[in-house]
């Protein structure tokens, strides 16, 4: 098992262990070594001396040259087990006398070394020179084996193992008992946070042992559990909230994961489809548009975009309805699509409501084009109609005037004055019937004729209507009023009508007046309109008739006093009305009389 | 053989037509005036064709033309005289009852040269008549192949 992965307990003791093991080997090791460094002194010291010694009682041997009596002196070294070999060389280095006696010369050193000693991996060696009376006589070799020094060696390991051991088993006890002191309350921290991790239980708490660093990782560790309970809560509260609301709204309503596999219906959809909560939504669409929907959800799925459309959803009745469903994606910070959120709103009724608006409509624009179709025929036999009026009625009239007229030149000498004035009323009545036929027309033409619009300076209008009338006034005393008035949007030549009819009755009934002043003015009505007024100092009529001004063939006054046939003031009326405007008067009886009518404001043209 | 009239009237109504020429004898164009009653007997007239092949030869100085004709009504007789090369120098004055403004905005685009309306009122009749009829017939320039008019003042 590597370091790392260990518990953490077996880590402390060992690290415990080591330290305590390692020290302790450090400081055995030196005491061998200063024990070794002072036995080997004393080893040295030991056999120099006894070198010397034999060195001072050889020297008569080397003086006399007496082998025997040197090797006797060598043998004293029998004593001591442990010395290997001895020479003594004579004054010129030749090997004089051995120990033990006989050693072949080949195993001895050929010359003496200089004085002093020297360790060889196995053995002592010294060399002490032999000297009487400052005369130097030879040198002495004394080789010793190193056993002493090995076994003691030995002694000093067996004894460092066995402290090292009894240390060691002494420092695991120790540690034992001390780790548990810094392991335990780590071991609750992560045995706390494992039972979190496993239990999801926010509520569980660690216990601190202390004040120290740990014991403030555990306090840090508690209050993030309890930051993450109060989250948790308010979560749970929050989740609760939403089903709350997503089980009451009439939607259907549910969450999927990225995928697009459902993990949540609201308990509507379960209700209306009558499904489990285990299903797949596209399992309640209608068999018969599941190829329409998939791909789109699909495609959905794939592009992480909203979804919407109107699809059908079979309930738990095996009747499919139209629901409006809307998918919206829940994306997290990424933007990577992590749930999908769909509802489906019932919007049969309504599809219902609009197929059947949609029907009505049809058959509303069917009537308006069968009326319209009526209409243009009622207008074709109209005008089919006037265009004989105009042509067949007026042709027997002129031919009344025409043949009265021939027969004056051929007759009128021969007739009597009551024939000549019938002859008159004859000429009178044909060419009046001649002029109502006209003004007939003329109105039925205002009914039937779409204006065309452009803009019409009134002020020119009424300058031009001015001018027209000049025959008409003749030597008559006219102040005319003209103020400022407005260009508007109309139809010129039927707008050149209304001013000519309104200015000519100004100027017949004032035709009693001396001087007739008449006044044509505007003024900015309600909704920005205009209203045109033409005043005249005339005769004027009473109000209580005011409403027959308008009619057709309706009149006032007769034909004596001022001839007319009552067309006039309704062909005002159709124009102005035909214009989107008003038209009406106000007067008294020979206090004048003021026409007033209304045009639209531009901004709003007349239909 | 007859001479060539200056004036081709074309009026279905007898009573019209005595009109007509009652207010031109003022003018003592009377007897420049053929009349045919109809369109097709008015476009046989300028044709020299059928009951008219006989007829002098060269075309009326102006034809005074009624709308509503039988068979071909006058604004079809006019759109024959204008598309036709060798009449439609002719100047055509549209003689009619009918005030109605598609039969006027018709004719001028068809090529008609006045278009005028005759009045219920005899002597407004007969002044537009006269006026038309001396206008065209005696104080226009006749466009080349017109008759010369013999007995003219």
């Not at chain 1, 002495?140 to 088993?169: E, N």
């Not at chain 1, 019938?422 to 109502?436: C, E």
């Not at chain 2, 001479?3 to 003018?27: C, Q």
């Not at chain 2, 403004?101 to 018709?106: F, G």
Request: with cysteine.
């Amino acid at each position: 098992m590597k370091f790392e992965d260990m518990p953490i307990r077996r880590k402390l003791t060992l690290a415990l262990m080591l330290t305590g093991g390692v020290t302790l080997l450090a400081a055995c090791a030196a005491f061998v070594a200063v024990e070794i460094a002072l036995f080997r002194r004393s080893m040295v010291g030991s056999l120099s001396m006894r070198a010397q010694i034999l060195a001072a009682n050889s020297t008569g041997a080397l003086a006399f040259e007496d082998q025997d009596d040197a090797r006797e002196v060598l043998s004293a070294l029998r004593a001591d087990p442990h010395v290997v070999v001895a020479v003594l060389y004579d004054r010129n280095n030749a090997v004089f006398a051995t120990y033990p006696a006989g050693v072949p010369p080949g195993a001895l050193p050929a010359v003496p070394e200089r004085a002093g000693h020297r360790f060889t991996r196995s053995h002592l060696l010294v060399y002490q020179p032999v000297a009487l009376d400052e005369r130097w006589l030879g040198t002495l070799f004394v080789q010793t084996d190193l056993t002493d020094l090995w076994d003691r060696l030995q002694l000093y390991a067996l004894i460092t193992l066995v402290v090292l051991l009894g240390a060691l088993a002494l420092a695991f006890v120790l540690a034992s008992r001390l780790q548990h002191k810094i392991s335990q309350p780590i071991l609750a921290l992560a045995g706390c946070a494992q039972a979190v991790s496993d239990r999801k239980d926010y509520s569980l708490r660690a216990a601190a042992p202390g004040r120290d660093e740990l014991g403030r990782l555990t306090d840090a560790f508690n209050s993030m559990l309890a930051h993450i309970q109060d989250r948790d809560a308010a979560l749970r509260a929050s989740e609760e909230r939403f089903r709350t609301m997503a089980d009451t709204i009439p939607q259907l309503a549910w969450i999927a994961q990225a995928s697009g596999q459902v993990s949540w219906f609201n308990r509507r959809w379960l209700e209306y489809t009558g499904g489990r909560p285990g299903m797949d939504w596209q399992q309640a669409l209608d068999p018969e548009t599941v190829l329409e929907v998939l791909p789109r959800w699909i495609t959905a799925i794939a592009s992480g975009g909203p979804f919407e459309m109107d699809l059908r959803l079979r309930g738990v009745d095996g009747r499919s309805r139209t629901f409006l469903t809307r998918v919206q994606p829940l994306k997290n910070e990424n933007g990577e699509v992590v749930s999908w959120f769909g509802t489906n709103t019932d919007v049969e009724e309504i599809k219902q409501a609009e197929e059947r608006v949609r029907l009505l409509n049809l058959e509303l624009e069917q009537r308006v084009r069968d009326r319209t179709a009526q209409l243009e025929a009622a207008n074709r036999e109209l005008e089919a109609f006037s265009y004989s009026v105009s042509h067949d009625l007026r042709a027997p009239l002129r031919h009344i005037g025409g043949f009265v007229n021939l027969l004056r030149k051929s007759a009128e000498a021969s007739l009597p004055p009551e024939g000549r004035r019938h002859l008159d009323i004859i000429t009178d009545s044909a060419a009046q019937m001649g002029r109502l036929i006209d003004d007939l027309l003329v109105f039925s033409r205002m009914g039937r004729t779409e204006p065309t619009l452009e803009a019409v300076d009134l002020q020119q209008l009424t300058q031009e209507a001015m001018a027209g009338l000049a025959h008409e006034i003749g030597a008559r005393n006219v102040i005319w009023n003209v103020g400022s008035l407005p260009v508007v949007r109309g139809d010129r030549a039927m707008l050149k009508q209304v001013f000519a009819n309104l200015l000519a009755n100004a100027v017949k009934y004032s035709r009693t007046r001396d001087p007739a002043v008449i006044e044509v003015g505007s003024t900015r009505g309600e909704h920005d309109e205009w209203i045109v007024h033409v005043r005249d100092n005339g005769v004027g009529f009473d109000m209580e008739y005011a409403d027959k001004l308008f009619g057709v063939f309706q009149r006032l006054h007769t034909d004596e006093e001022f001839e007319g046939t009552g067309i006039g003031l309704a062909n005002v009326r159709r124009i102005v009305s035909r214009h989107g405007g008003r038209t009406w008067a106000e007067g008294a009886v020979d206090r004048g009389a003021t026409f007033y009518f209304s045009l639209p404001n531009p901004k709003e043209p007349p239909v | 053989m007859n001479p060539l009239k200056r004036i081709l009237l074309v009026d279905d109504n007898r009573k019209d037509v005595e009109l007509t020429l009652s207010a031109l004898e003022g003018h003592n164009l009377a007897n420049e005036v053929a009349v045919v009653r109809d369109g097709a007997a008015a476009l046989d007239y300028l044709h020299r064709r059928g009951t008219f092949a006989g007829r002098p030869g060269g075309n009326p100085a102006v034809v005074l033309l009624d709308i509503k004709l039988p068979k071909l009504n006058g604004l079809q007789v006019l759109e024959r005289i204008k598309l036709d090369p060798s009449l439609r120098t002719i100047p055509v004055v549209m003689l009619t009852s009918s005030r109605e403004e598609p039969d006027l905005a018709r004719a001028y685009e068809l090529g008609a040269n006045a278009y005028v309306v005759k009045p219920v009122d005899f002597a407004q009749f007969v002044g537009a008549v006269k006026e038309v009829g001396a206008f065209w017939a005696v104080v226009n320039e006749a466009p080349p192949g017109s008759s010369t008019g013999e007995g003219s003042p």
